[in-house]
């Protein structure tokens, strides 16, 4: 019987799911409990085996002005403080789809509840991107800010670039930045996308619209309905929730 539930899982999730995932949502949406290595045995035992990406650690980076400045690392990793809002960790990804085009994903990911903020997909890397994050995490905020809320990128020329900085300034946020050249600083924003792009099916899509409709999919899912083993195995969502509670 429990070999069927994580069948369903497994293919229901578009076999994007390991043993801890698969755990989560047994307990979660089906009221079965079971060990995660029985999981992941069960799962070895009828060839379940997860879908991931190719990890590529290279990135196209662009060389700033010397107008552009850089902030100190004042977060210095403390990615969880336990208040929803306090640290916002920002960075951008590529996604290829259709024949060989790209689009660029900008997110604002909550260091304590993993919720993605705000997002917005653009074709181009010009500054617009940052600056339509910027309002639609204003906008998702209700402009009320953690009153110590913290702004959290890389060094890229986007987060550098002295208007961006002014922007960030007026949202009365405080802006750090990663050392050069040291993914860990930001390791959790990392870790989002790598986990949305497990999830998302836009590589065959063939136009930006239908794109935009998966990013929105899976941002939604991964919001909403995506338990988390770190979250008290609980959604971002419902942990933002219960943090405020406490």
Known sequence: MNIVIIQEIFKSKKE??????????????????????????????Y???????NANPYRKMA?????HRTCPNLLNREFNQEEPGKVLLTDITYLYYGKGRKAYLSCVKDG?????????LATSLEMDIVYETLKKLKAAVGNQFHPEAMLHSDQGMHYTHPLFQSKVKRLGLTQSMSR????????????FFGHFKDLAEYKSL??????????????EEYNHYRYQWGLNKMTPVQYRDHLLAA
């Open 112 to 120: 304590a509840t993993r919720e993605i903020l705000a997002y917005h």
């Open 63 to 67: 060389k700033a002005t010397q107008e």
């Open 180 to 191: 050069k050249g040291n993914c860990w600083d930001n390791a959790p924003m990392e870790s």
């Open 16 to 45: 994007k799911v390991g043993a801890l995932q698969v755990k989560m949502i047994m307990q979660n949406d089906y009221s079965a409990v079971m060990n995660h290595k029985k999981i992941r045995r069960l799962m070895a035992k």
């Open 206 to 219: 063939e136009n930006l619209k239908e794109v935009k409709q998966e990013v929105n999919r899976v941002i």
């Open 47 to 53: 060839n379940l085996v997860t879908k991931v990406r």
